[in-house]
């Protein structure tokens, strides 16, 4: 015989109720069966018979939000294993205090009395679960909608807009006024870093907890600077920093220190951007934190901006602008790091990256450093 799901959900909805139902009624029958004392009436028999109602009103309560019936199973189930890990644990007390020579009176409603408690803990314990598992199951289904989003923007549209950039080009060698051809090329530029920019935040989120690795954020930082220097000509960039600079980082905090950089030069107004990159290597004394400092004559980051990102996360009225800082911010953050924004003075703003320094890096300064009292040599 085959049932519907409506049927199915109703018989293990039943078996809730039934488990209640069934609880109060011995405890009813405990009830009408023998006169107690109030002590004994409220410990023995109310107090249980509250915990066999709390379970059925519970069933009831599961119906009227229309709980999934998988999930109303489950609750079952944790009922009646509570109930029996319960019943079971006092019957083997039962069974030692008779071999101690005790004997208990009504022994079969002292099972029921464990028995509702049991199957109160589990029902609590069920719900719970059943709440898991549901956030769970959304969150893997809302990662599935958003891995399907995110292909569209990395792929799709990093697709046609390299599409419009090739044929702005050719728009802007026919076209006496090559301005508005130009915005195209900028506009669409500024999508396909968006869909790289997307691809990395992906590849951030799928890998998890990857384990920080040395690396030298020096020659990460000479290889950037000359990458955004390539494909922007009019920028100077100043870079001064150690021959290297080893850090333990994520993989990606190569992207994170390009973004930076291409930020600085991109969002500049000026004619010739400007650009200083120097090490932060021992300006916090008694940490061993280090990084770099970048510096920008831009417009600088919005009071606004710079507010999100060290509280980590947009509001309808407060978001940033665009992904790049994001990923940067997430980036050094897997990495273990800090990230800090300021005001550069007299203009443009200035972003501090900092990093733990690997173990035997930090092992090897600390043996180098001179002992109290001592003459360094």
Known sequence: MHLSESAKARVRLFLILGIGVGLVALHVAHA????????????????????????????????????????VLRVAGWCALGAVALAGQTALM???????????????????????????????????DSRQRVARETSSQLSRQLGVLNR??????????????????????DLDDAERARMVQEQSA???KMGDQAREIERLLQEGDVETEPVDVASLAETSCEQVAREHPEADIDVSLPDEL?????????????????NAVEHNDKETPRVAIESLDGDRPGTDLVGVRIADNGPGIPAGEREVFERGYETPLEHASGLG??????????????????ENEPEGSVIRLRFERPRAARSDRASSAPAAGGTPS
Do not use: K
């Open 325 to 342: 800082l994001w990923l940067v911010n997430w980036i050094v953050s897997e990495s273990g790091g800090r990230i800090r924004f300021e």
């Open 246 to 262: 080893v850090v333990r980082a994520h993989p990606l905090v190569e992207s994170a220190l390009r973004n930076v950089i291409e």
């Open 94 to 128: 039962t069974v030692y205090q008779h071999g101690e020579g005790v004997e208990m009176s009504h022994q079969i409603y002292v099972f029921v009395n464990a028995a509702s408690g049991g199957a109160a803990v589990g029902f609590v314990v069920g719900f719970y």
């Open 152 to 173: 569209v923007l990395r792929h799709d549209i990093r697709t046609n807009a390299n599409l419009i950039h090739g044929h702005a080009e050719l728009l802007a060698e």
């Open 32 to 71: 009408a069966g023998d006169r107690e004392s109030l002590q004994t009436f409220l410990s023995g028999i109310l107090i249980p018979m509250l915990f066999g109602l709390g379970v059925f009103v519970g069933g009831l309560w599961l119906r009227r939000r229309g709980t999934d019936g998988r999930h």
């Open 190 to 192: 500024e999508l396909v």
